[in-house]
């Protein structure tokens, strides 16, 4: 069998297991030296395979290669770049020479919907061209709004981070017998699965009130509860989704490729507003890229998946799937069973799972069958490697291949 040249590529915002995932496929990658050749990345995502830009995967050390397990951000870096809809585009003849170029005849791409749709994209594009390169999609994002799958890779450790960091809070916020309004803002896009995951915590550790993108959002009535609230405990503590649908007084000018708008800042705006209409002291908590980027708080399960799911990715291209995402089936949440399935990327390109209305009780709590979704995806904590008191990370040399 003749050997072809595999390319990886990570896509949209990193996730505390996104490197794992690609760990999870070299491996694999390795045990099919007889269809598999040289391994490349791809740098900053598809833009690699515009720019001809790809390293060799086989340069790095076995030591960088295991400390992936504990990487953040996207080692083989990221973008959020819009294919065109028209194949007669000639950015496709630039991706498809360097595919040629490399002899690629595996490709895979690790990302949200978003990168979904290039991936689904790709696959449409070397059918119509007869081009036999196999194309999958690896599913990742800390917003858990991937169609088709139980949950998506990053979810449960970014969870897991959130989770925790707001019971500190909590407990710290405690600490004074007339405290502030905490405002603590939780990412996710139009999604709130990642700020409802705060539901978890004991009834004392939760947020007095929490909003996400899936209700509507009213000033008035949230002045009004964090008011009583501030009054009655001496403090309050609010968790707010970055998307939820409030008219900024000031909204970030940058849109990405796909429309969407900088998120960000809200918790600073609505603390302003408290601090002038009620007169309390304030706090604004954005935990911005360390829900997302903390390596303390990975889940085992999410790494276990990620490893998984990686390694399936490139298992099913050798074996001729193509234009297919890896995704989860949960057959069981407790005990916690699953299985990985194969899905069909044109049920998942550019569609949005928000969180289900009937998983949200009220403005403080989620239902029941949200947290028996959620319970299983956090346990276990993965060995690090420290050194001196710090983080081990893997340290790629990215070798570009000529
Ligand atoms: O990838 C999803 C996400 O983490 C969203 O929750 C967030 O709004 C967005 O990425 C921010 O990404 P960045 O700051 O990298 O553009």
Same mark, same amino acid.
């Given at each position: ?11 949209? /915002? ?20 007889? #269809? ?10 598809? $833009? ?56 690629? /005849? ?30 999958? /999609? ?54 709130? *699965? ?20 899936? #209700?509507?959002?009213?000033? $008035? ?20 989704? $970055? ?9 970030? +000018?940058?849109?990405? +490729? ?44 999410? #790494?276990? $998946?990620?490893? +998984?799911?990686? +390694? ?6 050798? #074996? ?27 049920? &998942? ?36 490697? *420290?050194?001196?008191? &710090? ?12």
């Amino acid at each position: 069998m003749e050997k072809k040249t595999m390319v990886y590529i990570q896509s949209g /915002g990193p996730t505390p297991v996104i490197n794992t995932s690609l760990y999870g496929a070299i491996k694999e990658a390795r045990k099919h030296a007889d #269809q598999i050749g040289a391994i490349y990345g791809s740098r900053y995502g598809i $833009e690699g395979l515009i720019n001809d830009n790809l390293i060799d995967i086989n340069m790095e050390s076995d030591e960088d290669i295991e400390l992936l397990l504990q990487t953040p951000g996207a080692i083989l870096g990221t973008s959020r770049f819009k294919l065109p809809t028209d194949f007669h585009d000639p950015i496709y003849l630039t991706i498809l020479k360097t595919l040629e170029k490399h002899n690629v /005849g595996y490709l895979f791409i690790n990302g949200g919907n978003d990168s979904m749709d290039t991936c689904y994209k790709l696959s449409l594009l070397f059918k119509e061209k007869g081009v036999d390169i196999k194309v999958m /999609g690896v599913p990742k994002t800390i917003d858990n709004d991937l169609a088709c799958t139980d949950h998506s890779l990053g979810f449960p450790s970014a969870a897991k981070c959130v989770i925790n960091v707001v019971q500190s809070i909590a407990i710290d916020a405690a600490s004074y017998r007339k405290g502030k309004v905490f405002i603590i803002e939780i990412m996710g896009r139009n999604a709130g *699965w990642l700020t409802a995951t705060i539901d978890l915590l004991d009834e004392d550790m939760r947020p007095d009130l929490i909003y996400l993108p899936e #209700q509507d959002f009213d000033l $008035e009535d949230f002045l009004s509860k964090v008011k009583t609230i501030h009054e009655r405990d001496g403090y309050c503590i609010v968790a707010i989704s $970055e998307g939820i649908h409030f008219e900024r007084s000031s909204q970030s +000018a940058f849109v990405d +490729a796909f429309n969407h708008v900088q998120l960000g800042g809200l918790c600073n705006e609505l603390c302003k507003i408290v601090e002038s209409r009620l007169n309390i002291p304030t706090r604004p908590i954005e935990l911005s890229l360390l829900q997302r980027a903390n390596p303390l708080t990975i889940s085992k399960i999410d #790494q276990d $998946e990620a490893k +998984a799911i990686g +390694a399936l990715a490139v298992k099913s291209a050798c #074996q001729g799937i193509t234009g297919q995402m890896v995704a989860i089936k949960r057959l069981t949440s407790s005990p916690y069973k699953t299985e990985l399935v194969i899905e069909d990327l044109s049920g &998942i390109a550019n569609t949005e799972r928000t969180l289900p209305l009937s998983m949200i009780l009220n403005d403080k709590e989620m239902d029941v069958s949200y947290r028996e979704y959620l319970k299983p995806l956090i346990v276990g904590e993965t060995d690090l490697k *420290w050194d001196n008191g &710090i983080l081990k990370y893997a340290k790629f040399k990215y070798v570009k291949v000529k």
